[in-house]
């Protein structure tokens, strides 16, 4: 058997697998990291994301802005890959628009029409099922500044990685 048709089997392969574990957070910004790169096993593993999900969630609520601007980066094995990075304003809570880093008006769609509270919704879902969830949360605001998630492991094309930085109050 020739070895070209083994390489190439693993190339594929690879490239189906979860992706590396790779830490991008802005220097300048703490961060509280929370989760595992492994599956979730235990009900107690379950409870303690929520409840450090429900102190963060609750800084964000006390501290954060109710106006503001953040860069949004969707990564994941999707059937249509996300346009990212874009640019996220948010006003009273909901999405007002989102640009691309050039300050085009990008069409909504699902991959970019989140809110950071919007994060905190997904946080919470991959703390109830998702095998893994991994989360950095900003030290000082308690925001989702990065969301690394596995559905199911078993399965190689279900994960998601999201992050959101340059946070800045809207006027």
């Known amino acids: 058997m020739s070895s070209a048709p083994i390489g ?26 929370m989760g ?12 303690s994301l929520r409840r450090i999900l429900d102190v963060q969630r609750q800084r964000w609520s006390e501290r954060g802005p109710r106006d503001y601007r953040f860069r949004l980066e969707v990564a994941c094995f999707c059937p249509q890959p996300p346009r990212h990075p874009v640019i996220v304003d948010v006003r009273r809570g909901s999405v007002a628009a989102v640009y691309d ?7 909504r769609d699902p991959w970019v029409d989140f809110s950071l509270d919007g994060l905190f919704a997904i ?9 893994v969830i991994e989360v950095s949360y900003d030290k ?11 559905v199911n492991v078993r399965l190689p094309d279900d994960w998601f990685l999201i992050t959101a930085a340059g946070l800045s109050r809207l006027p």
């Open 123 to 131: 946080v919470e879902r991959g703390a109830r099922s998702d095998d």
């Open 8 to 33: 190439l089997l693993v190339v594929v392969l690879a490239a189906c697998q979860h992706p590396p574990r790779v830490d991008t957070v802005e220097p300048d910004s703490g961060v509280v990291t």
């Open 101 to 107: 880093t050039t300050g085009r008006t990008v069409p």
């Open 140 to 150: 000082r605001l308690g925001y989702p500044r990065r969301i690394r998630g596995d």
């Open 36 to 47: 595992s790169p492994q599956a979730i096993r235990t009900p107690g593993e379950r409870d």
